[in-house]
């Protein structure tokens, strides 16, 4: 047991001597597979405690091959723990973090093949050729954030003044709408006085077209009352003013069903259960049965199964009833009627352009009055296109444009991508759709909803949802990446899961030269 203690302990010893003098060719020597920035949590002269704080052991078991700590931070330089990590300094080039189980797996995972040292000769130090090419790379980056910056300082600019604009447009329309809804309550005031006017003037033609009505009525009762006079007389053979049951059966009229004699079940539905009726109750009761079966005797009538035959019949009603005003005077008081238009029409139709005809200042009135409902209903629909307008302006300044307003400029245009199928469009900050070129209607990708980058890029990435349902599944949706570049354009459009779409978009507005400056000084070079 003590030999085996022993062993571990120079096991140790020699791994410690040896990863501390492949670490001295940096300036700050540390155990193999830590970084600059954790070293001083490496010291060979105290015991070390493990990053978790649940054990502290002595320094000689670090990168002993043995793992002591749970979370894997005694073992930077080997492959012992799981989750341990191991950093590559990568000089010349950008350092990386890779999984520790890496180490000495026979693949080169470090460009400067620091993770294969136990087969040294197995990785080439590519580092300084990488390096060049990855600084050639940021410098053309560099070179169009810098380039494209300079337009998204205009964006900018223009981003800012269109939403000052925004706001004082708005600003005038509320303006607007206060001095809009005042002239609106002169309008209807005018309108309400003028109708009232209207109303006065009409209501003479009104009356004198209710008095004409019931004049009509009066003929029309008269003449009914005539002819069921006419008609009692005429079955009461006796004349001694009642109609028995004898009387009926003689005439043809009240033989129903045509079977040559009046039974018991006609004289009940003429009678009801009497035996026979006065001439009162015979124009109250029985008349009304029996005119329509005299008509049809007559030719006058048909079923009201017949409808042309039935406004044939009724036309002939109004000329029946014409004639008998024509032909009758009943002595009344028909001075205002003579001088009125008896045409009929609806009393509550003021429309001068119907075919009434009215004095002229009468007509006047309309005309006024009519100009005013017209003039009131403008004043409305000017109320309603400037709260439509506030609406909008007031969306618009809700909308997060980014930091500086950069991206306002961008609002409402509309860009497209083609490939072998579609041509998707995004109207930014509005809409995503996508249309097949065989034809067909657009479908809805995604309505704008929200700026979703991580945290520190919010601006980078925008999301378009509630799109038009997938067929049995949900809503499409999509996301823009993006990306600087001298110009606003699609760059391309691919579906990486069912309904959810991602569109790579450059634009000038993401050129921000400032953010890759700070970028490229957290690399390692």
Request: charged content about 35%.
């Amino acid at each position: 047991m003590i030999y085996s203690a022993w062993l571990r302990q120079l096991h140790s010893l020699t791994i410690v001597i040896f990863t501390f003098i492949i670490s001295a060719q940096t300036d700050v020597p540390r155990p193999r597979g830590v970084s600059l920035s954790k070293a001083s949590l490496y010291s060979p002269t105290k015991d070390f405690t493990c990053f978790d704080g649940t054990s502290t052991i002595p320094f000689s078991y670090v990168n002993d091959d043995y793992c002591d700590c749970f979370d894997g931070s005694d073992e930077p330089g080997t492959a012992a723990c799981l989750n341990g990590v191991f950093h590559c300094t990568n000089a010349g080039h950008r350092p990386q973090n890779i999984p520790s189980s890496r180490v000495n797996d026979g693949i080169c995972d470090c460009c400067d093949g620091t993770d294969e040292y136990s087969t040294p000769g197995t990785c080439s130090n590519i580092c300084e050729e990488l390096g060049k090419e990855a600084r050639a790379k940021a410098q053309q980056l560099a070179d169009l954030h810098k380039a494209g910056n300079h337009i998204r300082l205009e964006l900018i600019e223009k981003g800012n003044k269109k939403r000052s604009e925004m706001a004082e447009q708005l600003s005038q329309l509320e303006k607007d709408k206060t001095e809009a809804e005042k002239i609106k309550i002169e309008k209807e005031a005018i309108k309400n006085e003028l109708e009232a006017k209207e109303n006065e003037a009409l209501k003479v033609y009104r009356d004198a077209e209710e008095k004409d009505r019931q004049r009509r009525a009066e003929l029309a009762r008269q003449q009914e009352e005539k002819e069921a006079s006419e008609q009692f007389a005429r079955f009461d053979s006796n004349s001694d003013g009642i109609l028995t049951t004898d009387e009926i059966k003689v005439v043809n009229v009240f033989d129903k069903n045509k079977d040559g004699e009046v039974d018991q079940d006609e004289i009940l539905h003429f009678f009801g259960d009497k035996d026979s009726v006065n001439k009162e109750d015979f124009m109250s009761t029985t008349w009304p049965i029996l005119k329509p079966l005299l008509m049809a005797d007559q030719g006058m009538f048909r079923p009201a199964g017949d409808e042309e035959k039935g406004e044939e019949t009724e036309a002939d009603e109004e000329e029946d009833a014409q004639r008998v005003e024509d032909t009758e005077d009943l002595g009344g008081d028909d001075e205002n009627i003579d001088d009125a238009p008896h045409e009929e029409t609806d009393e509550h139709d003021v429309d001068p352009d119907n075919a009434r005809t009215y004095d002229d200042e009468t007509q006047k009135l309309i005309d006024e009055a009519t100009e005013a409902r017209r003039q009131l209903t403008d004043s409305e629909r000017t109320i309603r296109e400037i709260d439509s307008n506030i609406r909008t302006f007031q969306q618009n300044l809700e909308k997060d444009y980014g930091l500086q307003q950069e991206y306002a400029t961008l609002d409402g245009q509309c860009l497209e991508y083609e490939d072998k199928e579609y041509i998707y469009k995004l109207c930014l900050f509005q809409k995503v759709t996508q249309k097949s070129k065989n034809g067909g209607m657009e479908v809805g990708l995604g309505d704008w909803g929200e700026w979703a980058g991580e945290e520190g890029k919010k601006y980078s990435v925008m999301k378009y949802t509630n799109g038009i349902a997938c067929w049995n599944g949900p809503n499409r949706m999509t996301t823009v990446h993006i990306n600087c570049g001298l110009e606003s354009k699609l760059t391309s459009v691919t579906e990486p899961f069912r309904c959810e779409y991602k569109i790579e978009l450059t634009t000038p507005a993401a050129c921000d030269d400032s953010n890759l400056s700070q970028q490229t000084s957290h690399d390692e070079l």
